[in-house]
Structure formats: C-alpha cells, structure tokens
C-alpha cells in the first residue's frame, strides 16, 4: 500500500521549470498561443509547472521555442 501512495505523492510533486528563450516574432500565431498559456511573457523568464504528459506536450510542439532545465 505505501508504494502506491509514495508514487501518487511524487506524481502530485513533480516539476518542471521551462525557459522561454527564444522569441515568438516570424512563428505562427499558434505557437505564440501555446508559449503564452504556459504563462511565459518575457524572454529568459523561467516558469515551474507540474510535470504532466499535457505540459510535456505543449513544451514539445515548440522546442525551438522553450527549453526544460533540470
């Protein structure tokens, strides 16, 4: 029973930090929409968000675009 919760616990604490590094003049609007709602606004900012198959999805449709750090 504790592995299963342990595993739901480091699921729920998952993180992520992603970088915007690059800028979105001359890409299509929607790939500016994707980097907009995972809350990026300026260049080099850096946001933390759960890490989710969603959010790895939304990162991976733009990796010219944002970065994962580790």
Do not use: C, W
């Amino acid at each position: 029973m504790a592995t299963k919760k342990q595993k739901k616990e480091t699921a729920a604490n998952g993180k992520i930090k992603i970088q915007y590094f690059r800028s979105v003049i001359a890409f299509p609007k929607t790939q500016k929409e994707i980097v907009r709602s995972l809350g990026l606004r300026k260049l080099n900012q850096i946001v933390e968000r759960p890490d989710t198959p969603s959010m790895r999805g939304a990162v991976a449709k733009v990796p010219h675009l944002l970065r994962i750090i580790e």
